[in-house]
Each structure stands twice: as structure tokens, then as C-alpha cells.
């Protein structure tokens, strides 16, 4: 069994709601943790503390290689089977979810993920202050994709410059995977930037606003093995499974889905195989850099541009490390946030 690295994990049966409310603080040692709430159904409640665990250590990871001074944390609402969250108990849920981070005194703060919203977060909001991206009318930074589509974008570029010697998208051959809220708004910027770009997503829906961008519409399986300078995975996890390898034409990979290796040593695989892979905790940063920059430090929108630009640089030093060691970019990226982790402990004595 692995030790448990986390710093504290919280369990509780919501006393509103009745539903497991996990919370996890994987790390304070660069500062509050952060992560968000992710609201969703489990098959068994100790599924939902799996992800809570990962997602947290995940969190720690991405704030660590982004240079916050933030940690890693994360609240999961496991919803069983065959529970249907109404408006009364989505509030409910919400509320327990606000008293649990609240009980916490500060050591995290939540925002939303998959299943919550910027809507809900001023929900949350009303029991405690320990949460980000409320709607801006309700005094948050609102909506994370814009930022995460701009960090993308920023990450695009140093890989552009690393494949041809070049930042400018322009005549780069983009395959996108999923067009959703950042996925979409990334295809904006990249024919802005006159990328030639092929998009999918299981959604027809999208076709057409794909359609408006100039974009080449395909389905998703042929978008994932398309012959392409970068492949852009901006949907749900997994889809780089050591089968899908062998079969990859692109030059590199690098996208906001979350968790895209199904196992841990696809991204050896896609090393032998000459694929720049950039790690979607460094690409999806830009989303949680944007709203700390606003929130916790009260920069303007183009200071936190700046800072979410600055993802360009980090994946730029990422890969040159990862060159001269000769080891995979996620290898370069987890040893640069141990190493970031090691040195602020050093600095903060037990107390
Ligand atoms: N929104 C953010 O700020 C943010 C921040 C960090 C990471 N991410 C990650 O980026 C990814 C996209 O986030 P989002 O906010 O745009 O989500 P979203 O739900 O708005 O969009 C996902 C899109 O992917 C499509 N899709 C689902 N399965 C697909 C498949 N098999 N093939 C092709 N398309 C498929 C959906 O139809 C939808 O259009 C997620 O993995 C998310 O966890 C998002």
C-alpha cells in the first residue's frame, strides 16, 4: 500500500446534503492549497477519495512548476449512483462543501471543476471567503477557460519554437481535440494567429462554430492520429493509451485535458517515439494562475495576462531541461517541483 503524502484529508457524510464530501490538502509547503470542487458520481464514495487524493497531489504539482505560492488541494463530492442532484440539493451539497473548507481556517481554498460552476463558488461563497472564481459581478475572477485557453496558446508557442525554431503559429499544423469551453476559445486564438487547424468533438454542435474559424472539421479518433505539428488534447482524460501511440503522426502533444496518459509510462513511450509530450498540468495552468493573480493579489487583468503568458517561458525551460538531461518533459517537470517543494520546507520549520 503507498504511504499517504498528504498533509490532511478530511472525510465527512454532509450533514445537509448526506452525500461524502472528501477534502484533500496534499501540501501547504509552498502556501494555501488550492484546487477545485469537483462534484460527481461514484460508483463507491472510496473512488471519489482515489481522485480526491490524485487530483490534490496533481494541484501541488501544477501550482509548484508554475512558481505560485500555492499548494495542492481538492474537494470531491462523491454522488452515488441513481442520486439525482436537484436544485435543492445541489445547495445542500454546496453548503456542506463550504463548511467543510471553511473548518480548515484558511490552509485551502476550493474553485470549481467538473460538475461546479462559478455560479456555485458564490454559493460556497456565502458561508466561507476560502474560494476562488466566483462570478465577476459577485467579486470573483470568474470564468477560468479564457486564461486556460491564453496558457495554452503561451505553451503552443514554446513548443512551436522548440519543433521549428519559431514562436508564430502561423501555417503550424494544430489538430484539436474537443471544443468546449477552452477548446473552443483556443481555436479562436490560433486562427487569429493563422494556425492551419482540424478540430473534433463528439458534439455536432460544434461544427459549426468550428466551421466559422476557417477549421477543418473531423471526427475525433481521425483529429488524435492526424499527420500534425502539435496535437491539442482539450477534452476528457486517457485518450493517450499505450495502443494509440504506435499510431500518433504529430510532432508533439500538448493540451489542457486533464490526466491525458492512461498509465504513467505512456509518456516513456511517447519519448522513444521522438513525441514531445508537455505535461497538461503545466499546459492547464493558466486558469489558476489567472484567478490567484486576481484574487489572492489583486493585480489587474494584464498583470495576470502576463503571468499567464509566462507559461511560455516555463514550458520553454521545461523542454531545454528535459534536452540536456535527456529525460522525458514530465520527468524535467516533476523533479523541478520537488525540488521547489524540497527547498520551501527547508526554509519553514516544523512548528
Ligand atoms: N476550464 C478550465 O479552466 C480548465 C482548467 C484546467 C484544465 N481543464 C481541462 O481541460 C479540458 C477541457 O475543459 P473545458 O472546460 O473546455 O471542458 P468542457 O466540458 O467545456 O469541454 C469539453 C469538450 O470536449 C468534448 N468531448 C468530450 N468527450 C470527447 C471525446 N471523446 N472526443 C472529442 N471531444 C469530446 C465535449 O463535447 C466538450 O465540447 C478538461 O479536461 C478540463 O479538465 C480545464
Known sequence: MPELDHEHVAIRTGPRSGLPVIVAVHSTALGQAVGGCRVWRYADWRDGLTDALRLSAGMTAKCAVAGLANGGGKTVVAVPEGTELDPALRRRVLEDVADAVASLDGTYATGPDVGTSPEDMAVIGERTAHVFCRPVERGGSGDSSPATALGTLAALRAVRHRLHGTPALKGARVSLVGLGSVGLRLAGLLAEEGAELLVSDIDP?????????????????????????????????????????????????????????????????????????????????????????????????????????????????????????????????????RRRLDAARARRPVT
Not at 466559422?212 to 492526424?226: K, V
Not at 499527420?227 to 495502443?243: C, R, S
Not at 498540468?281 to 494562475?289: K, L
Request: aromatic share 2%; net charge negative.
Open 205 to 337: 454542435a460544434k461544427r459549426a462554430p468550428a466551421r466559422e474559424l476557417g477549421a477543418t472539421w473531423t471526427s475525433p479518433g481521425q483529429a488524435l492520429t492526424a499527420e500534425a505539428d502539435i496535437l491539442v488534447p482539450a477534452a476528457l482524460g486517457g485518450i493517450l493509451t499505450g495502443d494509440v501511440v504506435p499510431e500518433l503522426r504529430c510532432a508533439a502533444i500538448a493540451g489542457p485535458a486533464n490526466n491525458q496518459l492512461a498509465t504513467e509510462p505512456v509518456a516513456d513511450l511517447l519519448h522513444e517515439r521522438g513525441i514531445l509530450w508537455v505535461p497538461d498540468y503545466v499546459v492547464s495552468a493558466g486558469g489558476a494562475i489567472n484567478a490567484l493573480a486576481v484574487e489572492l493579489r489583486h493585480e489587474t487583468p494584464e498583470e495576470a495576462r502576463v503571468r499567464v503568458e509566462a507559461i511560455e517561458h516555463t514550458v520553454t525551460e521545461l523542454l531545454h531541461e528535459a534536452e540536456h538531461r535527456n529525460v522525458t518533459p514530465a520527468r524535467a517537470a516533476t523533479d523541478l517541483a
